[in-house]
């Protein structure tokens, strides 16, 4: 059982930047694939941003590309997500998911280890 906890959100204004962590219970650069969901209030959770197994591929929403980083520190067993120019539509609870496939897909129903979540809220 990899056990996943987010850090980092809070309360940004728009046009504004925060960045995510989330720490991995164990090894994970090579053995799972990492993703980044978030759900804002009273919608379902959508898919953010998601990382290969050994960090060398990349798939973002359109929602989010360009303006999103996600990267995976495989000594620290620690993902991350740099968010840039940020707008009130980036409000959600943003949560870390993990898979032990090796296919980097953006369904939440693929994803067999969740966090507890991590607020991000972006005021104008």
């Known amino acids: 059982q990899v056990h996943l906890v987010e850090s980092g959100g809070g309360l940004v204004q728009a046009g504004g930047s925060l960045s995510l962590s989330c720490t991995a219970s164990?090894?994970?650069?090579?053995?799972?694939?990492m993703a980044w969901f978030r759900q804002a209030p009273g919608k379902e959770r959508v898919f953010v941003a998601v990382?290969?197994?050994?960090?060398?591929?990349?798939v973002y929403s359109d929602s989010v590309k360009g303006r999103f980083t996600i990267s995976k520190d495989g000594p620290k067993n620690t993902i991350h997500l740099q968010m840039n120019s940020l707008n009130p539509d980036d409000t959600a609870v943003y949560y870390c998911?993990?898979?032990?496939?090796?296919?980097?897909?953006?369904?939440?129903?693929?994803?067999?280890?969740w966090g507890q979540g991590t607020q991000v809220t972006v005021f104008s």
């Open positions: 990382i290969s197994r050994f960090g060398g591929s990349t």
């Open positions: 998911a993990a898979r032990s496939q090796p296919t980097t897909v953006d369904v939440t129903r693929d994803y067999d280890h």
């Open positions: 164990e090894r994970i650069f090579t053995t799972q694939t």
